[in-house]
């Protein structure tokens, strides 16, 4: 038995295939990856993870030794193709949970989670209109789950992703992106530096505005869907500019996140 | 720094573990008819507060509150005072 799990009843003759009752699971950590110096992913082995879809989320919840605990929701983002799941998490320095996520755990570790949770801001393969993604830091995370879940499904799907970072040193995935985006089958990346950007850089160097998305969005005409992600200020600034230029609020889904987050 | 309100906003996709509990199924892509303007949104879409004792939601319409859920002590405070209508697939 799980610490916390809640105990079902009758279940065991229930078939299992869909799972209604989200229970806590434990994960252990197969990898870590530091991707930037704040920000880290880990790559779990979940027994019995049920699947999941792009843009879907877990619930990640520590325990103190005196029974405290502490939940927060984590992106994922690997693509259901892949084996193991896949999360990447920021640390915020005054979070209860990020700091043990990036710095304290070591490959072998349990994590309790549960999920896959979420049914907005998903993203199948299967959508084939233009699809734009724009994200600002760590909301790039599940984003990165639909790009990867369109390259191991080999969709040819037309997108394109804008990815606001503070400077290069934050950008996440950034030689992941950089391979997938020259492999030549409709996925462009633009990436914007908004506080400092190397010598000789040819991306752009603002926050995002009117003039940038006028370059990067699809044309409305072309009936795309929208996926934005990242702090709130960023996601609602895209979504109201995104309907000012004539997009429909119901192509945009946006996900915030805020410093409750940590 | 001061740390306003508005920066504490985050959305319903935030709260679909919460609701997983209560309703026992997906709850992000339902949705809800707001019972002071009659708009209708996604969960996903909705304005969420955590940062109270409890979760607050408000509709991104009209900016009043749909839905407030406490946990603690064993137990679940839900009111859904604000909403109308919650429309979501049977499985």
């Known amino acids: 038995m799980i610490p916390g799990a809640s105990s079902g009843t009758g279940e065991t003759d229930k078939p299992t295939s869909t799972p209604q009752v989200l229970r806590w699971q434990i994960g252990s950590v197969a990898e870590l990856v530091q991707e930037t110096p704040r920000v880290a992913s880990l790559v779990l082995d979940v027994p019995d993870w049920p699947g999941h879809d792009a843009g879907q989320h877990v619930d990640v919840r520590l325990t103190a030794d005196d029974g405290y605990q502490a939940e927060r929701s984590y992106s994922i983002a690997s693509a259901p193709e892949d084996r193991r799941l896949a999360i990447t998490v920021e640390r915020l320095e005054d979070g209860e949970v990020s700091p043990y996520l990036v710095g304290e755990v070591r490959a072998g570790d349990k994590v309790e989670l549960r999920g896959p949770i979420g049914g907005y801001f998903v993203w199948k393969a299967s959508d084939e209109r233009p699809l734009l993604l724009v994200a600002g830091g760590s909301g790039i995370v599940p984003l990165m789950a639909m790009i990867r879940h369109r390259a191991a499904t080999g969709s040819k799907t037309p997108t394109r992703l804008l990815y606001s970072s503070r400077s290069l040193e934050d950008v996440i995935y950034k030689a992941e992106l950089d391979r997938l985006a020259s492999a030549g089958d409709g996925l462009t990346v633009a990436h914007t530096l908004t506080r400092k950007q190397p010598e000789g850089w040819t991306g752009y160097s603002r926050r995002i505005d009117t003039a940038m998305l006028a370059e990067v969005a699809w044309p409305k005409g072309q009936m795309p869907i929208v996926y934005v992600c990242g702090p709130t200020p960023l996601v609602e600034g895209v979504a109201s500019l995104l309907v000012d230029m004539g997009y429909g609020p119901a192509s945009i889904k946006t996900e915030r996140f805020g410093p409750t987050g940590g | ?91």
């Open chain 2, 1 to 91: 720094m001061t740390v306003q309100q508005s920066d504490l906003k985050l959305d319903g996709n935030a709260i679909g573990g919460l609701l997983r509990e209560i309703f026992t199924m997906e709850m992000t892509a339902a949705i809800g008819t707001c019972a002071h303007c009659g708009t209708l949104h996604a969960v996903g879409e909705v304005e969420v507060y955590m940062n109270a004792p409890g979760v607050v939601v408000r509709c991104p319409s009209c900016g009043e509150v749909q839905m407030k859920v406490v946990r603690g002590h064993g137990k679940y405070w839900l009111d859904l005072s604000g909403v109308r209508c919650l429309e979501f697939s049977a499985g």
